[in-house]
């Protein structure tokens, strides 16, 4: 196992963030050698570079409103989207082909209010690896904002900001990773890495709501007041959750209600409850160990590092 570096580092420090693939999808590279395709505001010309068979780096720039190409996309294999200018923005849903694998998302605004294709923001299903999203702000999805499903794999979030304009308990949920306790071909899948994201005003739950997964979440802030639950270890489940920041939340975490199925496992450590109410007492149930390399930083600079630095600009 690679050796984790621990440090407790400066605001300062955390703000020169530079993003790329770490964590579970660190073997991620995406377009890295092919060509660039420039889109703006043209959404049948994004559908058409981001579902090619080709190697290539998708830049996008002013709003792309999925709406009239069928309100989703299947990203294909080997792909890097990046956001350029001012506000590149996508209306619809993200999704990818069947088996797709090495990609890279980053610095866009990402927003599905209408319920095009499922209504998630990003639908991540059916068996999609080395997943890397970076940068980005996803909000206003009328499902789930970042789900991950059907057996896909090696997946890392980081420096994104999750929000919802307005309060609408029961629909404001934000990212399930597992879609069923019966889908039981997804044991031993759903290895995902969330670190420096910002879970933001009006997240409601799922945040995430993990079944079957290993998933590493580290240095992010839950700044979410009235929502329902944040981290849901359901069936087979193990999350390890080191040096966040909860503020003003309820239920940080919450574990498999269902005795008839296998309870889920948690270990928590080094996190800041602020003004929490429910479990706030960190666990240490014994989970899976990051082959990765990481950089822990020390939570009492994570809340001002992530709200100047999470999301799309």
Request: aromatic share 8%; charged share 20%.
């Amino acid at each position: 196992m690679r050796k984790l570096i621990v440090t407790a580092t400066v605001i300062a420090a955390m703000t020169g963030v530079v993003y790329g693939a770490d964590g579970f999808a660190e073997k991620t590279l995406g377009g890295q050698g092919g060509k660039t395709v420039s889109i703006a505001a043209d959404a049948a010309a994004f559908k058409r570079a981001v579902e090619a068979a080709e190697t290539s780096i998708v830049q996008v720039s002013g709003t792309v409103d999925l709406s009239g190409v069928g309100g989703t996309v299947d990203i294909a294999s080997n792909k890097t989207i990046q956001g350029t200018g001012d506000k590149p923005t996508i209306i619809g849903e993200l999704g990818f082909a069947r088996g797709a694998s090495n990609i890279i998302i980053e610095g866009l605004n990402i927003t599905n209010p209408n319920g095009l294709g499922e209504g998630d923001g990003l639908n991540v299903k059916e068996q999609v690896t080395n997943l890397f999203v970076g940068k980005c702000s996803i909000y206003d999805c009328s499902d789930g904002c970042f789900d991950i499903t059907r057996a896909s794999d090696n997946i890392t979030v980081s420096w994104c900001k999750f929000y919802f304009s307005q309060a609408k308990p029961q629909n404001n949920r934000v990212s399930l990773i597992g879609g069923s306790d019966d889908a039981t071909a997804d044991e031993g899948e759903f290895h995902v890495t969330m670190h420096h994201n910002w879970f933001g005003p009006n997240c409601w739950q799922r945040i995430p709501s993990v079944r079957f997964g290993r998933v590493h979440l580290y240095n992010n802030l839950w700044d979410c007041a009235g929502n329902s639950y944040c981290i849901w270890s359901r069936i087979k489940a193990e999350c390890l959750v080191e040096n966040n920041v909860f503020k003003g939340v309820k239920a940080p975490y919450r574990v498999q209600a269902d005795t008839a199925a296998p309870k889920g496992k948690l270990c928590l450590r080094g996190n800041v409850f602020d003004n929490c109410t429910g479990n706030t007492v960190e666990t240490q149930d014994e989970v899976f160990k990051p082959a990765y390399e990481y950089k822990l930083d020390d939570a009492a600079g994570v809340a001002a590092a992530v709200q100047a630095q999470a999301g799309a600009k």
